[in-house]
């Protein structure tokens, strides 16, 4: 990312993949629409730092932003979380902004990129100002708290979703009682025990909360009109296939799908490689995803899973994430 005041609008050379040109090209429409409030939140914050009341006088900067991902685009992956919270590390280096000014200028752009500014396990506080401004994110444990927790993320679907995460939230804001229901009684609690399970390093506990949750985001996208499904026959396979693995008295293995077909599937190191091994009774992994099938023995009976015509074109496992970094300046 450059500034420069040479320009008053902002431009895009470089959006999503460049093998697909004009997956690029919807992207640049996207992101250009949303970029908009997110430019004039930093012109705002730019203005405040100079001490200048109205726009002009030397703080009215352009930018000019290249950005490639290796995620897919509107798959609900949060590709756009990741996305928006780099612009704004960026902008927040250029222009010495602190952490909270950071994480709400990426909330301008994606809602859930206030999150993606922080590393280790981050609650996204709604607060209670009316000018949203202090509904920002905030770092509750760091990264390395859990060195044992691992992410895996079944791609099953790459393709853009049929209707967008951004206006399936604004029809669900507008028509579910049940999201009403759930902020009021049942997000507040289950923050407080996932965030004790996670410091108490307490699996089964975060891998109860985790998959129940999850349930109930998509029980909230059938209650929206007109509903929103958003999981695939394929999902519903990687759920079967991780409460088999669950099947022994502790849990193993939680999953969780946001607003896509997608799954990111918790479960700790040790259990990596066994994980894979049932899923591959499930699902055709991709054949250059490289597991130790030895080391996870017989513990899960083949004889219990049937064949599957779904095939997941990836598969990552990743450490619980830092925050963003800056590769040069």
């Given at each position: 990312?450059?500034?420069?005041?040479?320009?008053?609008?902002?431009?895009?050379?470089?959006?999503?993949?460049?093998?697909?040109?004009?997956?690029?090209?919807?992207?640049?429409?996207?992101?250009?629409?949303?970029?908009?409030?997110?430019?004039?939140?930093?012109?705002?914050?730019?203005?405040?730092?100079?001490?200048?009341?109205?726009?002009?006088?030397?703080?009215?900067?352009?930018?000019?932003?290249?950005?490639?991902?290796?995620?897919?685009?509107?798959?609900?992956?949060?590709?756009?979380?990741?996305g928006f919270?780099?612009?704004?590390?960026?902008?927040?280096?250029?222009?010495?902004?602190?952490?909270?000014?950071?994480?709400?200028?990426?909330?301008?752009?994606?809602?859930?990129?206030?999150?993606?500014?922080?590393?280790?396990?981050?609650?996204?506080?709604?607060?209670?100002?009316?000018?949203?401004?202090?509904?920002?994110?905030?770092?509750?444990?760091?990264?390395?708290?859990?060195?044992?927790?691992?992410?895996?993320?079944?791609?099953?679907?790459?393709?853009?979703?049929?209707?967008?995460?951004?206006?399936g939230m604004?029809?669900?804001?507008?028509?579910?009682?049940?999201?009403?229901?759930?902020?009021?009684?049942?997000?507040?609690?289950?923050?407080?025990?996932?965030?004790?399970?996670?410091?108490?390093?307490?699996?089964?506990?975060?891998?109860?909360?985790?998959?129940?949750?999850?349930?109930?985001?998509?029980?909230?996208?059938?209650?929206?009109?007109?509903?929103?499904?958003?999981?695939?026959?394929?999902?519903?396979?990687v759920i079967?296939?991780?409460?088999?693995?669950?099947?022994?008295?502790?849990?193993?293995?939680?999953?969780?799908?946001?607003?896509?077909?997608?799954?990111?599937?918790?479960?700790?190191?040790?259990?990596?490689?066994?994980?894979?091994?049932?899923?591959?009774?499930?699902?055709?992994?991709?054949?250059?995803?490289?597991?130790?099938?030895?080391?996870?023995?017989?513990?899960?009976?083949?004889?219990?899973?049937?064949?599957?015509?779904?095939?997941?074109?990836?598969?990552?496992?990743?450490?619980?994430?830092?925050?963003?970094?800056?590769?040069?300046?």
């Open positions: 990312m450059t500034k420069t005041l040479s320009f008053v609008g902002s431009k895009y050379p470089l959006l999503g993949s460049e093998a697909d040109p004009l997956q690029a090209v919807l992207v640049i429409h996207v992101f250009a629409r949303k970029f908009v409030p997110c430019k004039l939140f930093a012109r705002q914050l730019i203005r405040k730092r100079s001490n200048v009341e109205k726009p002009g006088e030397g703080t009215e900067y352009g930018f000019e932003v290249s950005s490639t991902t290796n995620f897919p685009v509107g798959a609900g992956l949060a590709s756009s979380a990741a919270a780099a612009i704004a590390v960026a902008i927040g280096k250029l222009f010495d902004l602190s952490a909270t000014e950071v994480s709400t200028l990426a909330r301008m752009g994606s809602g859930s990129a206030c999150r993606s500014v922080f590393g280790g396990l981050v609650e996204w506080c709604a607060g209670s100002d009316p000018s949203g401004a202090d509904c920002v994110a905030r770092q509750v444990l760091p990264e390395k708290w859990w060195p044992e927790l691992r992410a895996v993320i079944v791609v099953i679907d790459d393709g853009e979703k049929e209707v967008g995460s951004s206006k604004r029809n669900t804001v507008e028509t579910s009682e049940l999201l009403k229901h759930r902020a009021k009684c049942i997000v507040p609690e289950r923050i407080k025990r996932l965030s004790a399970a996670f410091e108490a390093h307490d699996f089964h506990e975060f891998a109860l909360i985790t998959m129940a949750d999850s349930n109930q985001l998509h029980a909230i996208c059938l209650d929206t009109f007109p509903p929103l499904k958003y999981m695939s026959d394929a999902s519903w396979v079967r296939a991780v409460n088999e693995f669950n099947a022994g008295s502790r849990m193993r293995a939680a999953y969780t799908f946001d607003a896509g077909p997608n799954a990111c599937i918790f479960v700790e190191n040790n259990n990596v490689d066994e994980l894979l091994t049932h899923l591959s009774r499930y699902l055709k992994l991709p054949p250059e995803i490289h597991f130790n099938r030895e080391s996870a023995g017989d513990c899960v009976p083949a004889s219990i899973t049937p064949s599957t015509p779904f095939a997941v074109k990836n598969v990552i496992v990743s450490e619980v994430g830092g925050s963003p970094k800056i590769l040069s300046c």
